[in-house]
Each structure stands twice: as structure tokens, then as C-alpha cells.
């Protein structure tokens, strides 16, 4: 499983979502889209113009994607299997 989280340097939210996933072992690459246009298209592209962070895309091992706008910890829970 892939986790992607979109996030931007100053998003307390963004914060606040890595570091839950941090607390839980749970590993995922963040892509800054403040720092690179680049990651900001991608990003717009993945989310369908949705343009607030965080957004996450995690894609599962048979290559289906979910994909989660904010810090939705109840959606996270769901889809990562992770029990409170």
C-alpha cells in the first residue's frame, strides 16, 4: 500500500494528519504542493481540481485508489484498517 499525502508547509491540518499516521506507524510520502508547481498539477489532476490540503491518495495493493480531502479520521480508520 501507498500513501500520498498532499500537503503544504504551513497547513496545521496537514500536521495534525501526518502526525497521526506517525503516532500509528504508518509510513507515506508527503508532496509539498507550495514548494513545486509540478506537485500542485499532479495533485489537481489526482483530486479532480479539488485544490485543499491535506488530500490523500492511498493506493492498495491491487492498484484501486481512495482517495480522502482533509483529515478525515474516521475515513483514514476505515480504509488503513486501523482500529481506535
Known sequence: MQIIIYSTTTCPYCNNLKEY???????FTEKLI???????????????????VPFVVITKEDGAKETIIGFNKGKINSILGIQE
Open 21 to 27: 499516521l506517525q503516532s500509528k506507524s504508518i509510513a
Open 34 to 52: 507550495d514548494q513545486d508547481k509540478a506537485i500542485s498539477e499532479e495533485m489537481e489532476k489526482e483530486s479532480g481540481g479539488f485544490k485543499g
